[in-house]
DNA sequence: TAATTTTCGTACACCGTGTTGATTTATTAT
DNA sequence: ATAATAAATCAACACGGTGTACGAAAATTA
């Protein structure tokens, strides 16, 4: 075969999978290695042999996911030069729009939310640098003050939107995330 | 004694802050019903009395936390006719500051962040209602999203604030949120 | 086909769990 | 004070998952 690795790889994928299907049915602690393996069909033997515990498969799982966001996430922000903080929120709804299936799992009731409001504040640097090309004179502590608010604004839409089934679409959310954090509650007044 | 369950509640305190205790050091997945004994010196049976494991125990913390925070707010909200979002927002941020060492534990490395981000979204009913009354003509959809948004961002600056030490008066952070909700990135425009 | 690597199967000691029943200690009521 | 009541203690137990070890079986590579 092409890859040495070929055997292990699809062992990991299905304890992957495995774990990520439990965790739909019920949370992280009240998982066990045994009934893991006892549904991936694999000997207990075989997952010690990769990972420490469940906790270790799921950073594993969440440190690659995290990697893919941001090789997914990068090519979309340098294509465009005149980058600001709304433009880069609807790049990132389109990411999720993209991977539904996942985003679901991890906002559902037993995912890993600390996870992905992680992902959103690492995206945070970027803002900031953007933020203070477009605002030259503000203060530092105004600007972190206000991408810090934005996000957490933006976050808290995705998580709803997610939470309801993402009816909506993308676009539809990231242009009222971006009229709010352009001119406040004068979004209440608009149409 | 006055009260004829005086003893019990003796011994739920102390395993309570025995709990919060061992939470500053490591994640509630790796704190065992034996350690937290002995650590409280008590015996393990008198836990199982009391509560069905770790798990329930932190709910049961969390359950009275909650029921203590909405009695603070309550009449902090109540004694203003005209309750703008902002303003509830300050009411917010001072009610963390006079609990300063409660937030700190749960907003740090190993607490329940979840459970302050619960708390925060509850709070938000109330800010919906005032939201109507202030702009009646607007619709469902857009106050909903508008508070969606500002409790997030709001939340983000509550978590920063107290993950650096809560190191600014809570006047300051509520004025920059305030700021922000009303009128966007003109914040950055200012002074 | 032979060599290598991964998975399987089994067994084992270990530790925390949750429960039990009897005993001791503290609180409440008389 | 003393008896009655309730809670905390102590020791013991079966149970289940953990993590490890090692030889056998199966799959992959050369």
Redesign the interface.
């Given at each position: 075969m092409k890859n040495p690795e070929h055997r292990i790889r699809t062992t990991k994928k299905l304890l992957r999978d495995t774990l990520m299907s439990l965790l739909t049915e019920k949370p992280l602690?009240s998982i066990t290695v045994k009934e893991l393996c006892e549904n991936a069909g694999l000997n207990r033997g075989t997952f010690y042999a990769h990972y420490a515990d469940v906790?270790d498969l799921l950073e594993q799982i969440e440190a690659d996911m995290k990697a893919e966001y941001f090789a997914a996430l990068k090519p979309m922000l340098s294509d465009v030069a005149d980058l600001t903080p709304p433009k880069v929120t609807k790049k990132v709804f389109d990411c999720l729009e993209t991977n539904a299936d996942l985003c679901r799992v991890i906002i559902g009731p037993y995912g890993d939310?600390?996870f992905a409001?992680n992902l959103i504040r690492e995206s945070k640097i970027c803002s900031i640098e953007s933020?203070r090309k477009f605002?030259p004179d503000?203060?530092e502590w105004?600007?972190n003050?206000?991408v810090?608010?934005?996000?957490?604004?933006?976050?808290?839409?995705m998580?709803?939107w997610l939470r309801e089934g993402m009816v909506e679409r993308a676009a539809a959310?990231a242009d009222?995330?971006e009229k709010?954090?352009?001119?406040?509650?004068?979004?209440?007044?608009?149409?």
């Open positions: 602690r906790y939310r600390e409001r933020c605002f503000a203060e105004r600007i003050t206000y810090t608010f934005v996000y957490g604004g933006c976050y808290a839409l998580e709803r959310i009222a995330a709010i954090m352009e001119s406040g509650v004068a979004f209440l007044r608009q149409e």
